[in-house]
């Protein structure tokens, strides 16, 4: 096997840790030269790297940068028109990230069970928990896997509700040779720190039109409309309520040198993903992010079935040095969820106890994702005999 181009390797004994920052090489750099100019908190790097990510990564739209994927979020249910009593359908399996900001608007999250096929939400149930207070529809990308968006979007037009797709887990992501920014009403980022792209930690909100662009950049700087601030003489009233949402030119910085290895780096997990698969397709059900048909995109996780051994495959991979986790967890058995826990969930109930997060990161090599698959083997192998 011809090793791919590596990234600079861990210290070995430092073992496989599960996740691990991409920092760019001229990261240090770009800080650098913030830290010596006039502009640390939002400047002008912030808007350029709003400019660039919508050059290099999205087909359309407009771009607020943020300080976490978390704030995006928020401001896109604010912008969709969430108040108290809103209805909105969401993942029950996800960061809790996805689901916290409806809390804060006092809306009502709705959960969805997960696809007998992936860790993406149930298409076939949405509908039947649609009501007259559903205001919109927000699903995940779960390891970056696409969700079919173009069923998605004609469940949402027929209706009338908002699409808002959680990208934190996504960046360069296609459906029918389209990007999803073509198919939902928002479309939020994270660039939180073991992100594939990172900026320490932000977020990207995309949305459709200049006043939503208009009144995201108002709502992320407390309701206050800047560019007039700056203009130095105050006339502008804040009539909203907002927040410090705002991404800092430090954060920026980091930013725009990602974009500029963003090829390399895709390229290099989608390498690592493919090895992933071939290494362990003799298990039934192999890795959990399977792309269908019409998808193109980068994978953020690599997840597998463990067929009841998960218990036995993360001690025995851990006793070889290697990092393992279930990253994110049901919502519906949290507390802060527990008046919205209705309904049945059996596809994940299946799957709940089985589920785990190999190592996925641009510091592996194929011989460390060799490694750790023969690894999983030696346990996995067992359930067989």
């Known amino acids: 096997m011809t090793e791919m181009k590596e990234f600079p390797l861990l210290d070995p004994k430092e073992g496989i840790p599960i996740l691990y920052p991409h920092v760019p090489s001229n990261g240090a750099k770009y800080i650098a030269e913030?830290?010596?100019?006039?502009?640390?908190?939002?400047?002008?790097?912030?808007?350029?790297?709003?400019?660039?990510?919508?050059?290099?990564?999205?087909?359309?739209?407009?771009?607020?940068?943020?300080?976490?994927?978390?704030?995006?979020?928020?401001?896109?249910?604010?912008?969709?028109?969430?108040?108290?009593?809103?209805?909105?359908?969401?993942?029950?399996f996800t960061c809790t990230a996805t689901?916290?900001?409806?809390?804060?608007?006092?809306?009502?999250?709705?959960?969805?069970?997960i696809s007998k096929s992936s860790l993406n939400i149930d298409l076939d149930q949405i509908e039947n928990l649609i009501t007259s207070r559903t205001l919109a529809l927000c699903v995940v990308d779960y390891g970056g896997l696409p969700n079919n968006y173009v069923r998605l979007r004609e469940i949402c037009d027929r209706h009338r509700l908002k699409l808002i797709i959680d990208c934190a887990h996504a960046v360069d992501t296609y459906r029918n040779g389209h990007h999803v920014t073509h198919f939902a009403d928002y479309v939020v980022y994270s660039f939180q720190a073991i992100k594939t792209i990172t900026t320490g930690?932000?977020?990207?909100?995309?949305?459709?039109?200049?006043?939503?662009?208009?009144?995201?950049?108002?709502?992320?700087?407390?309701?206050?409309?800047?560019?007039?601030?700056?203009?130095?003489?105050?006339?502008?009233?804040?009539s909203e309520i907002g927040y410090k949402y705002q991404m800092t030119d430090i954060a920026a910085a980091l930013g725009i040198a990602?974009?500029?290895?963003?090829?390399?780096?895709?390229?290099?997990?989608?390498?690592?993903?493919?090895?992933?698969?071939?290494f362990l397709e003799e298990f039934e059900e192999g890795l959990l992010e399977k792309p269908e048909r019409g998808t193109d995109f980068t994978p953020w996780l690599v997840t597998i079935n463990t067929k009841g051994r998960r218990l036995d495959l993360m001690?025995?991979?851990?006793?070889?040095?290697?990092?393992?986790?279930?990253?994110?967890y049901?919502?519906?058995?949290?507390?802060?969820?527990?008046?919205?826990?209705?309904?049945?969930?059996?596809?994940?109930d299946r799957i709940e106890d089985d589920y785990l997060v190999l190592p996925f990161h641009t510091k592996l090599t194929s011989l460390d994702v060799r490694r750790i698959c023969d690894e999983v083997k030696k346990v996995l192998r067992k359930d067989r005999l």
Not at 332 to 348: E, L, Q, T, V
Request: charged share 30%.
């Open 34 to 92: 913030v830290l010596s100019s006039r502009w640390i908190g939002q400047g002008p790097k912030v808007d350029e790297f709003e400019e660039k990510f919508k050059e290099s990564i999205i087909e359309n739209g407009y771009t607020i940068a943020v300080n976490s994927g978390t704030s995006a979020l928020h401001l896109a249910y604010i912008l969709a028109g969430i108040s108290e009593g809103s209805e909105i359908i969401c993942p029950v």
């Open 99 to 113: 689901n916290i900001p409806i809390l804060y608007e006092k809306g009502i999250p709705i959960f969805t069970d």
């Open 201 to 238: 930690d932000g977020g990207m909100l995309i949305v459709k039109n200049k006043s939503d662009y208009e009144k995201g950049k108002r709502l992320r700087w407390f309701g206050i409309d800047r560019a007039e601030k700056q203009k130095g003489i105050w006339k502008n009233d804040v």
């Open 258 to 278: 990602a974009l500029e290895e963003s090829t390399e780096i895709f390229n290099k997990r989608r390498k690592l993903y493919q090895l992933y698969q071939n």
């Open 315 to 328: 001690k025995h991979l851990r006793e070889k040095n290697i990092e393992s986790a279930q990253i994110h």
């Open 330 to 348: 049901r919502n519906d058995r949290y507390s802060i969820f527990r008046n919205y826990a209705k309904g049945a969930f059996p596809n994940m």
